[in-house]
């Protein structure tokens, strides 16, 4: 049987692609997705064997999907695909339960070689990647710089989209008041006081494109 895949892009001409040079290679698309809440939902009814995963994507970005994929489909290897090489993405990935960290700068082999690797239990990180960053993250001396949690950094990234906090709490299903509260409290967080500062942050943080 082939290794069924979940792919996650919001460009659909990089999923084409990405689809047509896996299913060269044997693999199976099973299913793709275009946010990271659509690749959560869509994992836990297909459970694939790998999840390749963009970071920068709407609604949801790859690395909090990641967490929230891996508590309903767990057997799952995730690997991120993405253009950020800065040391805290990697990290990052590492402490969401990725598996696999690939540069979009790379030979589209190295992705072929990632899944392959993760499948046989091992991590794989494009060779680029900094040996101090993984080094210090098995040591577990790397400290988070982000102050906000999952769902803080949600409610971050709808705002930097441009949603309103009614469109903030229909998308995440909770009520106005509880996104208020979100919100009140991510950019107490921060020492942020206005929307546009808000969004400068989302970017710098790579939860929205510029």
């Not at 694939?48 to 891996?70: F, K, T, W, Y």
């Not at 402490?95 to 790379?106: E, I, M, T």
Request: aromatic content about 4%.
């Amino acid at each position: 049987m082939p290794t069924r895949l979940l792919l996650a892009d919001d460009h659909s001409l990089v999923r084409q692609g990405l689809k047509a040079l896996l299913e060269r290679q044997g693999f199976q698309v099973a299913s793709e997705a275009s946010d990271g809440q659509e690749a959560v939902r869509l994992a836990a009814k297909v459970q694939p064997e790998v999840a390749i995963l963009d970071i920068s994507m709407p609604v949801l970005n790859g690395l909090d999907a990641a967490r929230e994929l891996l508590k309903s489909s767990p057997k799952t290897k995730v690997v991120l695909l993405t253009q950020h090489d800065e040391d805290h993405y990697v990290t990052e990935a590492l402490r969401a339960g990725a598996k696999g960290y690939v540069l979009k700068s790379q030979a589209a082999d190295d992705l072929v070689h990632a899944i392959r690797e993760v499948c046989s239990g091992a991590v794989y990180l494009s060779p680029s990647i900094s040996r101090a960053v993984v080094d210090a993250y098995l040591s577990r001396t790397y400290v988070s710089t982000d102050p906000l949690s999952a769902r803080e950094r949600q409610v971050l990234q709808l705002v930097g989209e441009g949603k309103s906090t009614k469109d903030v709490a229909a998308q995440l299903g909770i009520s106005v008041k509880t996104a208020e509260s979100h919100r009140a409290r991510l950019m107490r967080k921060l020492d942020i006081h206005e929307t546009a500062s808000l969004v400068r942050y989302a970017i710098r943080r790579g939860l929205i494109q510029p």
